[in-house]
């Protein structure tokens, strides 16, 4: 018996020590984890998700100190998508941090902008053109409908229209969801 | 005439669910002939026995899965299900004993999968196994053929046993072993399987009785394929696994095994072959697949039989093969147009 | 004739209905009184319109220019005043709108300047598919490709075979066979034009063998031009979707065109009837493209059969002219049966790539409710492309769409053999469909995504270069304040050195 005790106990050494040789040997710069939350949020920096921006969110999460529900604008989609990454449950949106809403788009009413700039320092991908006293807008293309620039505008002349499809941008309805009115399997 | 689809094609073909288990079933007529001819009509009784129950626990777990019982009830696949296990059943099968097997397969080995089309496994042959398993003195209790038996049972006496559980006479005198269990009990005995077939139960090549059911079985079969039911890849496939181990086992010691002859013709090999097999739902898709598959079952079953604890080894086979089919779908896909080659 | 065809797996045999539309010869549409033309009626950019509202145009003249490479130009059907350039509904499965040109006809339906070519071959290649573009020419199969396109060889391939796809496999709709059956010459003087753009030699017209009159009409024309050498009407056996390009393809040649590629990779270039007629129009005669043959038929129809139509044309006149008996918002099909999408407002206008208006089908798919799926396989079976339609339903309703694109959805052509033989009458290229948008917008998003986090860690960096040059600033500052208060301190420190002699000075 005492052989066996001897020989297990040899064992685990070695084995401990080739597992913490490999740990330095191997180990990986940066949080990959990290990297692959930030690749599947929507980055729209709102900061809804009560951190300031999607990175310090991804970290957070990474870390393991906050649950995978708190993101609004990335929905439900994206609650499943980090759900598949770090095999936890599913769960459904946070309600105090947010609904899920359309996209949405926001628009500086021209007649009212007074160029006071405070919206263009507030808008994390600077997707506001303008400078003082001069004109502001918005360019559509980079905006991600985070409705941070509308707090601070003094004029309150900035509004979230929701984005039209076209041609090229429709979806085809989900054939699922006219099943489930049967009662097949959803 | 408002459009009934959201999406193109707007037309549809005449393939349909309870269409295809109507013609399963209708395939299946002849067979059952034969084993009311060969074994009484106590057949009928528990196959009555096993649709009623079939069905009505099957609109019970759908009311419980709140699903609509309009489709699912009128789709033949609980019947089906319901007519293979009492084919596979012994004669004398108590009430209980099927009884408990359908509400097994219905219950368990179907809906708490999800319903049709998600079970992994087969139900008739999940339920077969547990009953085997559970209640081993009545599945291997069987009737000597009709022609052979002192004592045939009539339907009256039929019913009587089948609900009561006793006959005039015990049961000792009216039951018997089957062939296959015959074979693998003697030759484990040391006996030579050429003398073994001269015994009255044993018939042109296979069991009396017994090959007969298994050729209407094949008729059936082929009246499936003809019908394109199913296709050829399975039923050939498991035949030939069958018969392929079995011709090798018997040029190389024939004193020890029975010929392929007497393993095509013999217990549930026809019946797997055709209709347990073939089941879609459990079954591999790809064509290469099916053919893995049906291979499978059919070296599987041999070994079974030969080597394994139970005379007859289909349901086994068929269960072990079924677990394997993600594994068999994954490593056989076809290679798509225009795939580059490598 | 004489090749030896190859095959593909799968494909349905289904009921051609054809003879319905197919017993009166091409009728020609009365002119409209309003024309709306979309400004895309073709795969690619919207071409950009060219005139204003209250132009007066002429019929074939010029009214939007091309828009960047894969676009062509648009031509008024008939002549008359512009009204509107204004978002109109178009015909397209979501039912949203586009800009669109609308016409109000004045009934004098004169012509522009037309350029007949009398012998195309004074032309270069170039010039000839430059006309071809700016005659608005699109491939009239019902994809809508700019044909110029197709006819550009460039340097990196070799044609080796041009196929003329006369197959028209789609049940009802019969617009290409009427074309064969009336139009062989026209046809034929496209080809000519069409080998010459290409450099090509053989030629192969693809005909189904259900159009025996097709047929022998095409070869007739083709017999009539001895000097038309290695050009043969191929007849082939009649199975959907034997005129799907790339089934085609395998057909004539026995060659699968590369994943990802296109069928000039392997050196073929296929081109509709329709569009072969076309060009011979163009190029001999002057005629951009303006109108075209369009089926008409269902069991609704009273007066099925083929009607060239002006492009732009209201679909309802077309239904009415037809004796159609329809409920006023009841969908009708653009498109064949197994391919078309449904529509139900009949104020849309007819475009170049409308071949077929389907007003009742006979045994139409009836609405019930889809069993689950039983796994049997059919679907794969019947597959042309070799797909798992089985497997890509499953993942395609988990929304699983790394998996759908690893058994490769987007080779999918959206033929609907799968749904016509699936037992639990799954609608399974609707989820197909579905799958294929969710991935594009899905990707379209992640790319955003992207670039709005470049954008945002770019401001992170430049507010905080913002800040350390601010600090820099601040000590720089700092650092003279002190420098200067140093200076000022030594001074300071000095003074005392000095002799007193303000007091001598004072005391004198």
């Known amino acids: 018996m005492f052989t066996a005790i001897l020989a297990i106990t040899l064992l685990a050494l070695i084995l401990g020590l080739l597992l913490g040789f490999a740990a330095i040997r191997f180990k990986v710069e940066g949080d990959p984890i990290a990297d692959q939350i930030d690749k599947i949020l929507p980055q729209t920096q709102c900061g809804q998700c009560s951190f300031a921006g999607c990175r310090p969110y991804a970290e957070a999460i990474a870390a393991g100190e906050v649950d995978i529900n708190r993101c609004p604008p990335g929905g439900e989609a994206t609650i499943h998508a980090l759900a598949d990454l770090l095999e936890v449950e599913f769960k459904s949106l946070d309600e105090e941090c947010g609904v899920e809403k359309p996209k949405m788009l926001a628009v500086i009413d021209e007649d009212r902008c007074i160029g006071c700039t405070l919206c263009i320092q507030a808008c994390p991908v600077d997707a506001i053109l303008g400078a003082a006293k001069h004109m502001h807008t918005i360019i559509a293309s980079e905006c991600t409908g985070c409705e941070l620039c509308l707090p601070p505008c003094p004029v309150d002349c900035i509004d979230m229209v929701e984005t039209k499809p076209n041609a090229n941008t429709w979806r085809w309805p989900d054939p699922a969801h006219i099943d489930l009115k049967l009662g097949a399997q959803p | 005439m408002p459009l009934s689809r959201l999406s193109s094609p707007f037309l549809s073909g005449t393939n349909r669910v309870s269409l295809q288990m109507l013609q399963l079933l209708a395939a299946l007529i002849p067979a059952v002939i034969a084993i009311v001819y060969f074994f009484g009509p106590s057949v009928l009784i528990t196959m009555t026995l096993a649709i009623v129950v079939a069905l009505s626990t099957e609109a019970l777990m759908l009311r419980l899965r709140n699903r609509p019982l309009k489709p699912f009830l009128t789709d033949g696949s609980a019947v089906v299900t319901a007519v293979l296990l009492a084919i596979a059943l012994p004669p004398l099968a108590p009430w209980w004993l099927t009884v408990i097997g359908i509400l097994f397969a219905i219950i368990f080995a179907k809906h708490l999968y999800g319903g049709l089309g998600y079970n992994p496994f087969n139900p008739a042959m999940v339920a077969y196994v547990l009953l085997l398993i559970s209640f081993p003195l009545e599945m291997t209790t069987w009737l000597p053929v009709t022609s052979l038996s002192d004592q045939p049972l009539d339907i009256s006496s039929a019913l009587q046993f089948i609900f009561n559980g006793q006959l005039a006479s015990s049961i000792d005198t009216v039951s018997g072993a089957t062939p296959l269990d015959a074979m693998k009990t003697q030759i484990g005995l040391h006996q030579m399987p050429a003398y073994i077939f001269q015994q009255p139960m044993f018939g042109l090549w296979g069991g009396k009785g017994w090959e007969w059911i298994n050729i209407w079985l094949a008729v059936g079969g082929a009246f499936l394929l003809y019908r394109r039911i199913i296709s050829w890849h399975i039923p050939v496939a498991m035949l030939a696994g069958l018969s392929t181990l079995s011709l090798v086992t018997w040029i190389l010691a024939p004193e020890i095994t029975a010929s392929p002859l007497f393993h095509l013709f013999s217990g549930g090999t026809m019946l797997g072959a055709f209709f347990i097999a073939t089941d879609p739902v459990t079954a591999a898709t790809t064509i290469k697949g099916k053919l893995v598959f049906g291979a499978g079952i059919g070296l599987l079953t041999y070994i079974i039989r030969v080597w394994g604890g139970y005379p007859d080894g289909v349901a086994f086979a068929v269960l072990i093969m079924n677990m394997l089919v993600p594994l068999i779908d994954y490593y056989t896909q076809p290679s798509v147009y225009g795939a580059l080659k490598k | 004739m004489t090749q030896k065809l190859g095959s593909f797996p799968g494909g349905l045999i289904l009921k051609g209905q054809k003879k319905r539309s197919t ?67 178009i015909p397209h499965p979501s039912g949203l709108s586009a800009l669109c040109i609308s016409i109000e006809t004045d009934g004098e339906d004169k012509w522009a300047n037309r350029k007949p070519i009398n012998d195309f071959t004074d032309l270069s290649e170039h010039e000839i598919r430059q006309l071809i573009r700016e005659a608005g020419i699109v491939g009239l199969g019902g994809a809508g490709f700019p044909s110029f396109i197709k006819l550009n060889p460039s340097v990196h391939h070799h044609v080796e075979t041009l196929i003329i796809n006369g197959v028209e496999c789609e049940p009802y709709i019969t617009c290409d066979d009427m074309i064969m059956r009336e139009r062989a010459e026209g046809i034929l003087d496209g080809i000519e034009i069409m080998r010459f753009a290409l450099r090509v030699k053989n030629c192969v017209i693809a005909i189904e063998d259900n159009k025996p009159e097709a047929i022998s009409a095409m070869e007739l024309a083709l017999g009539a031009r001895p000097y038309l050498q290695d050009t043969e009407v191929l007849v082939i056996p009649t199975r959907y979707p034997t005129g799907s390009e790339k089934q085609l393809i395998q057909i004539v040649t026995g060659k699968q065109v590369p994943t990802l590629g296109l069928p000039i990779d392997i050196g073929i270039v296929m081109h509709n009837v329709g569009t072969a007629y076309a060009i011979s129009r163009a190029i001999k005669y002057g005629e951009p493209l303006i109108s075209r043959i369009v089926t008409v038929t269902g069991r609704q129809v009273e007066h099925a059969g083929n009607f060239e139509t002006l492009l732009g044309t209201p679909m309802h006149e077309l239904l009415s002219f037809c004796g159609t008996k329809r409920q006023a918002d009841e969908p009708f099909i653009l498109g064949g049966p197994m391919m078309g999408y449904n529509l139900s407002g009949d104020h849309l206008p007819v475009t170049k790539t409308a071949n077929c208006i389907l007003v009742g089908v006979d045994d139409a798919a009836k609405s019930s409710t889809p069993l689950p799926c039983i796994r049997c396989g059919e679907c794969a079976t019947a597959c042309p492309v070799s797909l798992l339609p089985q497997q890509l339903y499953w993942y395609s309703r988990a929304k699983d769409l790394d998996k759908t694109n690893e058994y490769n959805l987007f080779d999918c052509i959206e033929c609907g053999c799968c749904s016509y033989v699936c037992p639990s009458e799954i609608p399974l290229v609707h989820y197909f469909r579905f799958a294929k948008t969710e991935i594009m917008n899905q990707q379209q998003e992640h790319a955003k995504a992207d670039v709005a986090r470049i954008r945002h860690e770019n401001r992170l960096a430049r507010l905080e270069l913002e800040q350390q040059q601010k600090e820099l600033r601040q000590q720089q500052r700092k650092a003279a304040l002190a420098a200067t208060q140093v200076a000022k301190a030594k001074q300071a420190a000095e003074l005392p050195a000095e002799p007193p002699a303000t007091d001598s000075q004072e005391t004198q």
């Open chain 3, 23 to 89: 017993q009166v010869a091409i009728r020609k549409m009365p002119l409209s009184k309003k024309l709306i033309l979309p400004l895309q009626q073709h795969i690619g950019e919207a071409s950009t319109p060219i005139v204003a509202v209250g132009d007066k145009v002429l019929k074939g003249q010029k009214i939007a220019k091309a828009e960047g490479h894969v676009s062509v130009a648009l031509h008024p059907p008939s002549s008359g005043t512009i009204i509107a350039i204004e978002e109109q509904p």
